[in-house]
Structure formats: structure tokens, C-alpha cells
């Protein structure tokens, strides 16, 4: 009884176990509630267990452009995550490669056999054993063009992979940039409306003094009162847009968003002061450039690898096959003493193979190739039509982003200069507390239009460099991927 219950027990704890795994390996009960089961508490252990990558800035130097972007190449794990696809392609490579060597294997056949023997009118008992050590070898010798075709394949697959490489740091600079000019945007617009909140302030003590003095009314100390509430809103807005900025920046780094970086300003980069190429000088280096075009050229070719291969199945293919070893055997016979002996052995032969009728599998696969080409080709011609429009917007983007950078630079300083005016004549009663306000909003927006003008032309110029694939054409930093 003891050990029938012991059974049981050991049965009930194998089908608990059982009945847990088939829950943790199951879709969810139904389609209103939470999914909840074992496996998702491992799941979390195993994401705490992998340890997240971090790095060190120095919080006292003031990063350029070209120093985030270094950084960020470094540590992206992106950058990583496409190398180690780069490198197993080459390793595809490889193996693609090693089709054209022979095969040598080291084979050992053991066995040991006992049957009957008939020998004159009864049957006597045999045991045999055999051991054979031997090498053996195959070699593809001819097949028609497979083989190249594979290689072709996998050079292709190589290409494409390193292409993509290039495109993610294409993307990679990019972000940066981008996240980078926001930044400086950003700044610039918290320290435009700090000087709008100053001249707001300074606009409404002149507005009280005068009020002191009899010059002015109660409404218009009112007014600019109201004038330094809303500067002080405006301001408000402003830090959080930088605030949100800075996570921006220093998240595409791979950083906390909370990491204290300083970045160079916007006051010390030089913005381009004119296009340095035509349109179709731009459109041209980005068809030879783009790696997405690249990439569609690398599937042309993998394309057509696939169209040789499928022809190499109606060609005969020759193999080389071969065996050696030697050969220990003992026997024994029912009455008879015990032999023993051994030997050299070893075959060789060739051996032709040719698919006659395979269902019309060929001629699919030869269709297949064929579609599959001409669709790359398609496709190239597409995504030109599709880069021309890209570096085209861009192009034209920049160059109203010039001419709106001079427009912003020339109305800021003609709304400085009214505000001054307007000011002074405030200040002689020649002008009321609305014009003040309406001279120091005009100077405001003024001051925000000429930030914006100016970081709206280094994201435009980046742009344009990252439509046309400039940006990959720069220097390579010091760190490895």
C-alpha cells in the first residue's frame, strides 16, 4: 500500500508539472483578459539578466556634432546588431565556397553477425566480426553552373548586408543631426523668450513708474502686466520643449534621456551660405550613392545568380566517389577452429547524374528567376523615381530655408530696432502702452523666427545630405562598431 501511494504521489506531482508546462506554452484563455502565466515571470528574469549597455560622457566638455555622431556610431547597438549581420553573410560566403573541395570523411563500420550456416544436410552455427576503418571521399567534379551560382547567391547576400551597414549609419547621423539641430532650437527658443520676458518686465516698471507719476493709466499698467504673465507662459512652454529635446538628443546616443550633456552652440557652427551643387549634380550622386538603390542592384544580381542555377538543373552533373581502409575480420564455425585476417580495400568510381522529368519543377524554378528579376529591375527604376523626389524636396527645402534664414536675420533687426523706438517714444508720451506691447511681440516672434530660420537650414543641409547619401561619405570615426 505504502508503495502504491508513494506512486501515486510521484504521478500526481509529474502531471502538476505537466499541466504548468502546457500553461506556459498556451495563447491566452480568451480574448478579454491579460495574459498571465509562468513563462512571462522567466521571460522578465531573462530581460533583467541582460545587462544594459551604458557609457560615460564628461558633463564639462561641450560636444560638437561630429563628437555625438562618434559616439553614437560607437555605442548604438544598431550599429552592432548590422555588423554581426554583415559578418554572417561572409560566413554564408564561405560556406558557399567550400562546395568546390572535396568532402573527406573518416568512416568506421563495426559489426558482429551470427547466423545459420548450410552446410551439406544441416545447417551450422557462423559468428562473424568485422571492423573497417576507412576514408571516404566525394567531389562534385561538374554541375553545370550550381554550384557558381550558389557563390554568386551569397556574394550578393554579402553586398547587400554591407550595404545595409552603411545605410544603418546613414540613419544613425541622421538622427543625431536631427535630434542635435532640435536641441539648438529648442535652447534658442528658451533664450529668445528669456529676453522677451525680460523686455516684458522692463516694459511694465516703465509702465508702473509712469503710472507713479501721473503719465500713465491704471489700464496700462494692466496691459503690460498681462504682456510679462504671457512671456512668463511662453517661457514656461519653452523649457519643457528643451527638456524633451535633450532626452531626444541623448536617447538616439544610446543615454539616459536624464544625462547631463552639453552640446556646442548655435551661435559658434557656420551655416551654408549658399547651395554647393545643382539639383542634377545632387539627384546624380544620390543614384550612385543611396543605398537603398545599392541594395536594389545587389538583389538584381542575386536575381540573376538564381536564373544561372535554374538553368544548371537541365545539365548532367558528375561526381567522384571513393572509398580506402583496411579491413580486420574474424570467424567461427561450429566445430571448426577460429580464423582471423585483414586486408587493404578500396573502390573508386564516378557517378553521372541527369534529371530527366521532374514534374516541370525546372521550368517553375526558371519562371521564378525570371520574375524575380524582373522585378528588381522594376524596382530600381521605382525607388529612382522615388530618390529624385526625395533629394528634389530636399533640395528645395534648403533653398527656402536660405532665403528664409536672410528674410529672419533682416526682421529681426528691424523689429529691434522699432522696439527701441517704440520704447523711447513710449517713454516721451509720444506712443501708448499698446504699441510698446505690440513693438515687444513683434520682436519676440522676431527673435523665434530668426532661431528657427537658423537651425531650419543646418536640418535642411543635413537632410540633403542624408537624402543624397552624403552623410556616409564622411570620414570614419575612430571606434568599431
Do not use: C
Amino acid at each position: 500500500m505504502a508503495k502504491f501511494s508513494s506512486a501515486m504521489i510521484v504521478f500526481a506531482l509529474a502531471s502538476g508539472a505537466a499541466v504548468r508546462i502546457a500553461a506556459a506554452q498556451s495563447a491566452p484563455p480568451a480574448p478579454d483578459k491579460v495574459w498571465h502565466a509562468p513563462a512571462e515571470q522567466g521571460l522578465s528574469r531573462s530581460l533583467a539578466a541582460h545587462p544594459e549597455q551604458k557609457y560615460e560622457i564628461d558633463a564639462t566638455h561641450s560636444y560638437s556634432l561630429a563628437e555625438l555622431i562618434d559616439l553614437a556610431q560607437r555605442h548604438n547597438p544598431e550599429t552592432r546588431e548590422a555588423w554581426q549581420a554583415a559578418r554572417a553573410k561572409a560566413d554564408e560566403l564561405g560556406i558557399a565556397r567550400s562546395q568546390l573541395f572535396p568532402t573527406l570523411t573518416a568512416v568506421v563500420l563495426a559489426s558482429s553477425l551470427r547466423q545459420a550456416a548450410l552446410l551439406s544436410s544441416h545447417f551450422d552455427r557462423q559468428t562473424e566480426g568485422l571492423f573497417i576503418p576507412e576514408l571516404h571521399v566525394t567531389w562534385l567534379v561538374f554541375d553545370g553552373g550550381e554550384r557558381g551560382a550558389t557563390i554568386d547567391t551569397a556574394k550578393a547576400n554579402l553586398l547587400a548586408a554591407d550595404v545595409s551597414f552603411n545605410d544603418t549609419h546613414r540613419k544613425l547621423i541622421y538622427a543625431v543631426s536631427s535630434a542635435y539641430y532640435h536641441l539648438l532650437n529648442a535652447r534658442g527658443q528658451r533664450e529668445a523668450e528669456e529676453a522677451s520676458l525680460k523686455n516684458a518686465q522692463a516694459v511694465e516698471d516703465q509702465a508702473h513708474s509712469r503710472l507713479d507719476n501721473g503719465l500713465a493709466t491704471r489700464p496700462d499698467l494692466l496691459e503690460s502686466t498681462a504682456a510679462r504673465a504671457q512671456a512668463e507662459y511662453d517661457l514656461q512652454a519653452a523649457i519643457g520643449t528643451e527638456a524633451i529635446a535633450h532626452g531626444e538628443l541623448a536617447t538616439t546616443m544610446g543615454l539616459p534621456p536624464e544625462t547631463e550633456l552639453t552640446v556646442v552652440e548655435i551661435d559658434k557652427l557656420q551655416p551654408p551660405a549658399a547651395m554647393a551643387d545643382s539639383v542634377d549634380k545632387e539627384i546624380e550622386r544620390a543614384f550612385s550613392q543611396r543605398p537603398e538603390l545599392l541594395t536594389q542592384i545587389t538583389r538584381l544580381r542575386a536575381a540573376s545568380a538564381s536564373i544561372k542555377a535554374a538553368r544548371s538543373a537541365y545539365i548532367p552533373s558528375l561526381d567522384l566517389v571513393g572509398d580506402g581502409g583496411m579491413a580486420r575480420a574474424y570467424g567461427e564455425l561450429d566445430q571448426l577452429p577460429r580464423t582471423y585476417a585483414q586486408g587493404e580495400l578500396w573502390d573508386a568510381g564516378l557517378e553521372l547524374r541527369w534529371t530527366l522529368f521532374d514534374g516541370l519543377r525546372r521550368e517553375r524554378e526558371m519562371a521564378r528567376a525570371k520574375a524575380e528579376k524582373k522585378a528588381a529591375e522594376a524596382g530600381i527604376d521605382a525607388l529612382r523615381d522615388q530618390v529624385s523626389n526625395e533629394v528634389w524636396a530636399a533640395y528645395t527645402n534648403m533653398q527656402t530655408a536660405l532665403r528664409q534664414q536672410q528674410a529672419a536675420a533682416a526682421l529681426l533687426a528691424s523689429s529691434s530696432e522699432a522696439y527701441n523706438a517704440t520704447r523711447e517714444s513710449y517713454s516721451y508720451g509720444v506712443r501708448n502702452i499698446i504699441d510698446v506691447i505690440t513693438a515687444q511681440k513683434a520682436l519676440a516672434q522676431a527673435r523665434s523666427e530668426d532661431v528657427f530660420a537658423r537651425t531650419q537650414l543646418l536640418l535642411q543641409s543635413a537632410t540633403l545630405a542624408f537624402r543624397t547619401g552624403d552623410l556616409i561619405q564622411l570620414p570614419p570615426g575612430k571606434g568599431t562598431p
